[in-house]
Structure formats: C-alpha cells, structure tokens
C-alpha cells in the first residue's frame, strides 16, 4: 500500500504484515497534508502530542515492511513474525512518550519488535528450533534468478541453526543494515558483545554452509547495505 492511500486496508501475506486500522483506528479529520514531509522524530512528537495516529499512520507505513523482515529473519516463521509486528507497533503506539529521542526512531521500533518476536517464540514454547522446518522459512520468490534463490534458501536454512544471540546479531547488522552500535542498543548489550556474536555467528555460517568465508549470507535479504561489524 502505498504512503497516499487510506489507513485500514490489510497487508498481504507477501510480506506485509499488519493493517493500519488496528494502529491508527477510525480515521480522524486531522490535517495530515504535511505528515510526508516530517522527519521520523518529529512524527513521534506530533503523535505524542495527539493528532488522532495521523503521524504514527506514517510512521508505521515508512517502517512496516522493513520491521516484518526483521520479525520474520527472527522468527523463521509467516504468522508468528505478523503477530510479533502488529503487537510490536501497537505497543509503539501506545508507549510513544516512553521514547525519548536517545536513539533513532528506527532504533526504537527495531527494539521492541525483536522483544516481540522473542516473546512470540517463548510463548510458542519452541523458541528458536521452530525456525528448524523450513517450510515455515521465509523462503525465496522463485522468480529469483536460480543460483541466489538457491543461495537464499541455504542461509536461511542455516540461521535458522544458531543460537539466538548470533542469528539476532547477523539478522540486524548483516541483513538489516545496523550499526553495531544501533544493534547494541536493539539487543540491550555492550558493543563488543554484538561483534563477538557476529564473529561466532559469521564462522558458524561458514561451517554450516561450507563457504570459507560465509559470503553467501551477507547482502541475502538485506534492504539496505549492510555496514557490517568494524
């Protein structure tokens, strides 16, 4: 759905993953003509301020898809990443003056929807060995040219094997995009933790996908460049 279109449609089970209605409610008569045009911070205090979710409206759809790739890379899982996401951005919703502008906007939202998703696992008493059957992987478009889809499948079958820390870490900096130290702050450890979990988890890919250097895994899914552990 695009940014000009009506809050309440849902998103498709191609990667969207919650609907606007659930967040923003019954549409308000607010002059939202500028919303676009708002830094993330400052939607935060227009929404903060009351403006009827018109600002988190535009928050959630500038950062839904790129959170449900979070939820779903954690969580290995379709329905248990859209469950995460929606209580993750509710949970945003209603929180808004808890945040307090320390961290970027994206920093925050990236926070609490691995909590989300980690609570979603815990609550599913499987935690991360669900992402063990790949038919719940997110698994690549078959359109793909054959050998990254091949690749992808490979990575994401081999995630779904290491230990939370590790594929939290390589998820957030390697897929993600994240510095180390936004994905310290995500995560809620030192720095030098995130680029231990990285360097374990790198070598951990490498074994499991027998690539010397387990380059097939960076860049794999990634929506931004991947800045990667200094």
């Not at 089970?13 to 659930?22: I, M, N, Q």
């Not at 038919?135 to 040219?145: A, M, Q, V």
């Not at 499948?153 to 998820?171: D, S, Y």
């Not at 720095?191 to 097939?216: H, M, N, Q, W, Y």
Request: hydrophobic share 40%; aromatic share 4%; with cysteine.
């Amino acid at each position: 759905m695009s940014p000009d279109q009506r809050p309440g449609s849902a998103l498709s089970s191609e990667g969207d993953a919650v609907g606007d209605r659930a967040l923003v409610g019954d549409p308000v008569l607010v002059d939202a003509a500028d919303v676009g045009e708002l830094s993330d911070r400052d939607l935060m205090a227009r929404h903060v301020r009351g403006d009827g979710g018109v600002a988190f409206g535009e928050l959630f759809r500038r950062h839904r898809d790129r959170m449900y790739a979070v939820a779903i890379r954690t969580t290995s899982n379709r329905e248990l990443a859209a469950d995460a996401v929606q209580e993750a951005f509710i949970s945003a919703f209603r929180r808004a003056d808890a945040y307090r502008g320390e961290a970027a906007v994206t920093t925050w939202l990236h926070r609490i929807v691995v909590n989300a998703c980690l609570d979603r696992l815990r609550r599913e008493k499987a935690a991360v060995r669900r992402a063990g059957d790949l038919g719940e992987l997110d698994l690549p478009d078959p359109r793909d040219h054959h050998s990254a889809a091949e690749a992808r499948h490979i990575v994401h079958a081999a995630l779904a094997k290491l230990p939370e820390g590790q594929r939290l870490a390589l998820v957030l900096i390697d897929m993600q995009g994240l510095s180390v130290s936004e994905a310290a702050v995500v995560l809620g450890v030192a720095e030098g933790t995130v680029k231990s979990r990285c360097f374990r988890g790198r070598e951990a890919l490498a074994e499991l996908i027998g690539r010397p250097d387990g380059s097939p895994f960076k860049n794999l899914g990634s929506e931004t460049e991947p800045q990667g552990a200094p």
